[in-house]
């Protein structure tokens, strides 16, 4: 399984979603390079998609779409929605990552390391 949605995220995903303007939007989940540690995960939605460069397919109902190159970074992925007292957020769970920043949004994989910035 490339990428796993949890019950809680869905739900948040889903309460997102119906705020956008159409039902054509997907969660587009995805690497980018940048944050303390060389990468960092970019979560957001999209309705744009090009069949040659993106992997497209529903997890946990949800309808995902993630560039083919970042698939070995992500595989076996768990995205969650964690709620406290704070209000709540999307916490990242990700095998591949080899280390992780204390802010829990960059990360190092072994395939790929990136340029880290200042947080």
């Given at each position: 399984m490339v990428l796993q949605i949890t019950e809680q995220a869905k739900n948040q995903i889903i309460e997102m979603?119906?705020?956008e303007e159409n039902d054509q939007f997907r969660l587009r989940f995805g690497v980018k390079g940048g944050?303390?540690?060389g990468l960092s995960y970019s979560l957001g939605f999209d309705q744009e998609?090009?069949?040659q460069l993106d992997y497209i397919d529903q997890m946990?109902?949800?309808?995902?779409?993630?560039?083919?190159e970042d698939l070995?970074?992500?595989?076996?992925?768990?995205?969650?929605f964690k709620q406290n007292m704070m209000g709540g957020g999307f916490t990242i769970d990700n095998p591949n990552a080899i280390v992780s920043c204390g802010c829990g949004s960059s990360f190092k994989a072994k395939e790929r390391e990136g340029i880290p910035e200042n947080c």
């Open positions: 979603l119906k705020h944050g303390c540690s998609f090009d069949e946990n109902d949800i309808p995902v779409t993630i560039r083919k070995p970074i992500i595989e076996g992925t768990t995205i969650d």
